[in-house]
């Protein structure tokens, strides 16, 4: 099993551009979650999905960010327009089964915007 | 929100020594998790406690849970430098559909 998959690894951006982060759940989970993490604010949940449909989005910033799960294998998460303020690593994670459960993490995208 | 707070914020000890880590809740919970980070890594989940039990172990993880005082421990034994990491709890509250996650302990292991 792959685990969770996140591309890209690092993406280095200018203030004022997209950003589109991909994440690939594990095979069969239901549920897929998006957290963000700094040092200031420590995990953050940004949005939480469960058989594609999103649960809880109350963590996601402002308008600029928003999520989609077009199937049971993807999701994204998309920054525009991004600011250096959003530099942060994102992880990924997908469980089965309700939120509560154990989660998987992927190894996350580090985003830098300058 | 966070609804897990870790205590303390950073713990050094020599390998061989136990490490005691706490977390303190603040509403009810289904179960809590705790989760192991390395630098520049996600997440890798230890261990679940549900609410209605009050002692777990996994090899040299020992997991309590009081939800009495709404709180939780997590004790390494024997600890091994390579148990350097930043351990985060993880509550599933009764009125949520989700987990939130602590601000974590920093541990390092002296070899």
């Known amino acids: 099993d792959a685990g969770v998959i996140q591309s890209p690894r690092h993406e280095v951006t200018e203030m004022g551009q997209e950003v589109t982060l991909r994440c690939k759940p594990i095979s069969g989970h239901n549920s897929l979650f998006w957290y963000r993490q700094t040092m200031m604010r420590g995990l953050e949940l940004l949005i939480y999905?469960?058989?594609?449909?999103?649960?809880?989005d109350s963590g996601m910033p402002e308008d600029r960010f928003s999520a989609k799960m077009p199937n049971a294998s993807f999701s994204t998460l998309k920054i525009q327009p991004s600011e250096p303020r959003d530099s942060a690593v994102y992880f990924c994670a997908s469980s089965f089964g309700s939120g509560g459960e154990t989660q998987y993490f992927g190894p996350g995208t580090r985003l830098l915007v300058l | 929100s966070q609804q897990g707070e870790e205590d303390p914020q950073a713990l050094s000890i020599q390998e061989g020594e136990n490490a005691t880590m706490n977390c303190s809740y603040k509403?009810?919970?289904?179960?809590l998790q705790w989760y192991r980070q390395n630098s520049g890594r996600g997440l890798v989940h230890l261990i679940l406690i549900r609410s209605n039990e009050r002692e777990k172990h996994s090899g040299r993880l020992r997991v309590t849970l009081d939800t009495s005082k709404k709180s939780s421990s997590l004790l390494i034994t024997a600890s091994r430098a390579a148990d350097t990491a930043s351990y985060f709890c993880?509550?599933?509250?009764?009125?949520?559909?989700?987990?939130?996650f602590g601000a974590g302990t920093r541990l390092t292991v002296k070899p």
């Open positions: 999905f469960n058989n594609n449909v999103p649960i809880d």
């Open positions: 509403t009810s919970i289904n179960n």
């Open positions: 993880a509550t599933d509250a009764v009125d949520n559909n989700d987990m939130r």
